[in-house]
């Protein structure tokens, strides 16, 4: 698991992640999906993280907006999601691929 970091964040730091036209659309379908206007808060939530996590030469190059306001934001959002995670139940708190995994495995 290490190495396998190790390798992510060397790959990210290199110029082998680049700012193609492919990866705008790609970009573009991350943070604007189209969702039902109920669903916005989750696709906020999650283009919050989206961005937060990429290198900050990757957002500068994408021209995402990036600031220490969202910086607090992300880190408190990550600190309520460490606390409130495990007091839910699984059914909300696993995808249901995980969920199945789980279940293979109990029973081999």
């Known amino acids: 698991y290490a190495e396998f970091n190790e390798y ?4 990210l730091e290199s110029d082998a992640i680049a700012v193609t036209h492919t990866l705008r659309d790609v970009v573009d379908a991350v943070l604007h999906p189209r969702l039902p206007l109920p669903a916005r ?9 989206t961005v937060g996590t990429l290198p900050e030469r990757l957002r500068a190059e994408l021209g995402l907006g990036w600031g220490p306001y969202r910086a607090r934001l ?6 309520v999601a ?19 995994a789980d279940r293979r495995m109990r029973a081999a």
């Open 74 to 79: 992300l880190g408190a959002s990550a600190a």
């Open 8 to 11: 992510v964040a060397a790959m």
């Open 41 to 49: 808060p989750l696709v906020e939530a999650l283009a919050l993280v």
């Open 82 to 100: 460490r606390t409130a995670l495990p007091l839910l139940p699984s059914l909300l708190r696993e995808l249901p691929p995980a969920r199945r």
